[in-house]
């Protein structure tokens, strides 16, 4: 399978589109190959890409926009490989955390359908999921606050003293 980054946009957005409509089929068209899963990181980088940055890059808005109908169709067809019973197993386990923890940043783009999509890859799952990454994300926010204190007080020894370990 050629490098999705290796095309022009359009033929990457066919390109996801097409395969993320035989994942969809069920059962689907293709198997679970190292190939795909090669595919499906690939279009978790173009995923996790920084839309502000093709802006900057650019200076072009149809140019940003084809970007972010890639960077949409890229996050589509994680949503659909989620969902795939043969993505499930234990192998894929580091992926799939890390698409989860993209559809969570994509919460947080400025383009209203990558929201949406994401929105909608994050409904697949419980949402104890999501109770737990508000609840770390805090846990984060109270340890970067008490060593803020701890610098502005000149009290650096003390850091170590109440910042909770996550993991």
């Known amino acids: ?15 996801v589109t097409a395969l993320n409509f035989c994942l969809a089929l069920r059962p689907p068209l293709l198997k679970l190959t190292p190939e795909l899963i090669n595919f499906l990181q690939e279009a978790l980088q173009i995923a996790e890409s920084d839309e ?3 802006v900057v890059k650019f200076m072009n808005p149809r140019v940003a926009t ?3 109908k890639l960077r949409t169709a890229c996050i589509e067809l994680l949503c659909t490989a989620m ?8 192998n894929h386990s580091e992926l799939r955390a890390k698409i989860i923890s993209m559809f969570f940043k994509s919460l947080t783009s400025r383009t209203p359908e990558i929201v949406t999509v994401a929105k909608d890859g994050l409904r697949q799952f419980h949402y104890g ?4 990454y508000m609840r770390l994300r805090e846990q984060e926010i109270r340890n970067l606050m008490w060593i803020f204190e701890c610098v502005a007080q000149n009290q650096k020894s003390r850091v170590h003293d109440s910042v909770v370990f996550v993991f």
């Open 1 to 15: 399978m050629l490098q999705l980054r290796s095309k022009t946009v359009d033929q990457q957005v066919g390109t």
């Open 52 to 54: 502000t940055v093709w």
């Open 66 to 68: 084809s970007l972010n």
């Open 83 to 90: 969902a795939w019973a043969d993505f499930k197993t234990q």
């Open 129 to 132: 999921v999501f109770f737990a």
